[in-house]
């Protein structure tokens, strides 16, 4: 098999169409079924439905393309790193995020450490789960990976042994939503029995969802809530928010534009505050000169 076949078929996956994919190919439209032919000969498995207008995707094919296009990504994150190494260049350091802290966080904190120039945010990483960026890690699809990390005892069903850690910074997960007319919060904690609270929620076993449970548990007054929706995301649950669905708990580097403007308000006190640290993560098997120079220069944060 050959990577330019799996090149073809994210082509022809995303025109639906086999001339269009050949001519972005820049080969003859016959040339071009045949390599797709070889490839579905070579998976054992029909990947393109053809008695569809536009083309469709088998069930195979849809899980064929998720896999063509992580293979093309790493061949291509390879082939970058080998020539600068060839070429001589210093080396950038690839850093996984949430996307949340992209906008919030990162530029900040490379400014801080004089590093924005040799450490490039790894884009693909914005849709991540927690434990994607240790997968991650691993794979060394990345070099390092920065998470929010509960402050208190949490259970997280996530392995970071083969890794180590740098706090970095700190966050607040703050209780907000959207003012009435009167600037006053439409719905406010800790709700009651017979009123809960309209919360947009994270998943459960989230990172961000584990984090809100367990502090939770650990005050001593109780919390009515009902959960109006589940997202992984920061930003969705904020825009959720914005429009006046509930209230969720969302870093508060994140709101405080609309904090300031009035556009959202804390639906709670401070007691309702969760503690995050924000942790820079590495992978104790991979090391090269400009990893372990950042790393030796950085101070790990306590509170």
Same mark, same amino acid.
């Given at each position: 098999? &050959?990577?330019?076949?799996?090149?073809?078929? %994210?082509?022809?996956?995303?025109?639906?169409?086999?001339?269009? *994919?050949?001519?972005?190919?820049?080969? /003859?439209?016959?040339?071009?079924?045949?390599?797709?032919? +070889? +490839? &579905?000969?070579?998976?054992?498995?029909?990947? %393109?439905?053809?008695? /569809?207008?536009?083309?469709?995707?088998?069930?195979?094919?849809?899980?064929?393309?998720?896999? #063509? &296009?992580?293979?093309?990504?790493?061949?291509?994150?390879?082939?970058?790193?080998?020539?600068?190494?060839?070429?001589?260049?210093?080396?950038?350091?690839?850093?996984?995020? $949430?996307?949340?802290?992209?906008?919030?966080?990162?530029?900040? =904190?490379?400014?801080? %450490?004089?590093?924005?120039?040799?450490?490039?945010?790894?884009?693909?990483?914005?849709?991540?789960? *927690?434990?994607?960026?240790?997968? *991650?890690?691993?794979?060394?699809?990345?070099?390092?990976?920065?998470?929010?990390? $509960?402050?208190?005892? #949490?259970?997280?069903? %996530?392995?970071?042994?083969?890794?180590?850690?740098?706090?970095?910074?700190? &966050?607040?997960?703050?209780?907000?939503?959207?003012? /009435?007319?009167?600037? !006053?919060?439409?719905?406010?904690?800790?709700?009651?029995?017979?009123?809960?609270?309209?919360?947009?929620?994270?998943?459960?076993?989230?990172?961000?969802?584990?984090?809100?449970?367990?502090?939770?548990?650990?005050?001593?007054?109780?919390?009515?809530?009902?959960?109006?929706?589940?997202?992984?995301?920061?930003?969705?649950?904020? !825009?959720?928010?914005?429009?006046?669905?509930?209230?969720? =708990?969302?870093?508060?580097?994140?709101?405080?534009?609309?904090?300031?403007?009035?556009? +959202?308000?804390?639906?709670?006190?401070?007691?309702?505050?969760? $503690?995050?640290?924000?942790?820079?993560?590495?992978?104790?098997?991979?090391?090269? *000169?400009?990893?372990?120079?950042? =790393?030796?220069?950085?101070?790990?944060?306590?509170?």
């Amino acid at each position: 098999m &050959e990577l330019r076949w799996l090149e073809d078929f %994210i082509a022809l996956a995303r025109t639906r169409h086999f001339s269009r *994919a050949a001519d972005e190919q820049h080969v /003859t439209q016959p040339t071009f079924s045949r390599r797709i032919k +070889l +490839l &579905e000969e070579e998976m054992g498995v029909t990947l %393109i439905n053809r008695q /569809t207008l536009p083309l469709s995707l088998t069930p195979a094919g849809e899980e064929f393309l998720t896999l #063509c &296009e992580q293979i093309t990504d790493r061949v291509r994150l390879t082939r970058d790193r080998v020539r600068e190494i060839n070429a001589g260049q210093q080396r950038r350091i690839m850093v996984a995020a $949430p996307q949340s802290l992209l906008p919030h966080f990162l530029p900040e =904190w490379l400014s801080s %450490i004089g590093w924005q120039e040799r450490i490039q945010p790894y884009l693909r990483a914005t849709g991540w789960v *927690a434990s994607d960026y240790f997968q *991650a890690l691993s794979r060394a699809e990345c070099d390092l990976a920065i998470c929010y990390w $509960p402050v208190g005892r #949490c259970d997280l069903d %996530i392995d970071t042994r083969a890794c180590v850690h740098r706090v970095i910074g700190f &966050e607040r997960l703050i209780p907000v939503t959207a003012p /009435t007319d009167q600037g !006053e919060p439409t719905t406010q904690l800790p709700g009651t029995y017979q009123q809960p609270v309209r919360w947009l929620a994270y998943p459960k076993r989230g990172l961000l969802g584990s984090a809100v449970k367990a502090h939770l548990a650990r005050l001593s007054q109780s919390s009515y809530l009902s959960p109006q929706s589940e997202n992984l995301y920061a930003a969705g649950i904020k !825009e959720l928010v914005l429009l006046g669905y509930g209230m969720s =708990w969302l870093p508060e580097r994140n709101v405080a534009s609309e904090l300031a403007s009035g556009a +959202l308000v804390r639906a709670g006190d401070r007691r309702w505050d969760v $503690p995050m640290e924000l942790r820079l993560y590495r992978h104790q098997s991979q090391h090269h *000169a400009e990893l372990e120079k950042l =790393w030796s220069e950085l101070p790990s944060l306590r509170l």
